[in-house]
Nanobody, 126 residues
Framework: QVQLAESGGGLVQPGGSLRLSCVAA?????ICWFRQTPGKEREGVAC????????YYTDSVTGRFTISGDNAKNTVYLDIDNLTPEDAGVYSC??????????????????????WGQGTQVTVSS
C-alpha cells in the first residue's frame, strides 16, 4: 500500500549529477520534492502541478535542479546537476492537495500535503 516511492539516490562526487524518481500509486494534484539532513529542518526544493505542469524552485536550487514528469509512467523526476556537499540528505516527494499553479506551494506549507514517500538518500563525497 505504498502511495509514493522514491528512487535514484546514491553516492556521487561533487560536481556530479543524479536523477531522482517519484512513482505515484495514487492520484495527485501536485508533487513537491523535499530534502532533510540530520540536524536540519526539512526544506522544500521544487514542485510541479499535474494538470498544467507548472513548476517552482526554491532559490538555492534554481538553475541546477529540474523537476519534470512522465504521465504514462505516473512518475515525477528531479534532475540534479553540479552536486555539492550541501545538497546531501534524504530526498522525499509528497502530494499536494490543490490543483493550483506551482507558485501556490512556494511556501511549502506542510498542511498542503497528504501522502509522503519514505525518501531516497543522496550522499555527496569525494
Amino acid at each position: 500500500q505504498v502511495q509514493l516511492a522514491e528512487s535514484g539516490g546514491g553516492l556521487v562526487q561533487p560536481g556530479g549529477s543524479l536523477r531522482l524518481s517519484c512513482v505515484a500509486a495514487v492520484d495527485y494534484k501536485a508533487i513537491c520534492w523535499f530534502r532533510q539532513t540530520p540536524g536540519k529542518e526539512r526544506e522544500g526544493v521544487a514542485c510541479m502541478t499535474k494538470s498544467d505542469r507548472t513548476t517552482y524552485y526554491t532559490d538555492s536550487v534554481t538553475g541546477r535542479f529540474t523537476i519534470s514528469g512522465d504521465n504514462a509512467k505516473n512518475t515525477v523526476y528531479l534532475d540534479i546537476d553540479n552536486l555539492t556537499p550541501e545538497d546531501a540528505g534524504v530526498y522525499s516527494c509528497a502530494t499536494g492537495k490543490y490543483d493550483l499553479a506551482a507558485l501556490y506551494y512556494s511556501d511549502f506549507d506542510l498542511t498542503d500535503f497528504t501522502a509522503w514517500g519514505q525518501g531516497t538518500q543522496v550522499t555527496v563525497s569525494s
